[in-house]
């Protein structure tokens, strides 16, 4: 009976070492999927400021070739009315 007894206590233990043993693994599991989780948090805000600073630069971009355009503009309306004068006697 002492046996059984004795038995019976070292199977409870085994039980209750692989339950602690579950524990901290199922602990260390939810440690890890909560790094990842900020990991992913952080990628995601990280990307929005990618995408927020490539939407200015395309912005910044489009301004710059509105302004080649119309420097472009003028410069030919400058040369149509540089043509208009003579100089020594030729055209320009």
Do not use: P
Not at 47 to 60: D, I, K, M, R
Request: charged share 25%.
């Amino acid at each position: 009976m002492a046996q059984n007894a004795q038995e019976a206590d070292s199977g409870v233990q085994e039980i209750s070492d692989t339950t602690d043993d579950q524990a901290a693994s199922t602990e260390e599991a939810v440690a890890m999927v909560d790094e990842v989780a900020e990991t992913s948090k952080r990628t995601a805000e990280e990307s929005e400021s990618v995408s927020a600073a490539a939407q200015q630069q395309a912005a910044s971009m489009s301004d710059v070739s509105d302004s080649v355009t119309s420097l472009n503009d003028r410069a030919e309306k400058l040369r149509s009315s540089l043509s208009r004068f003579t100089v020594g006697g030729r055209a320009n």
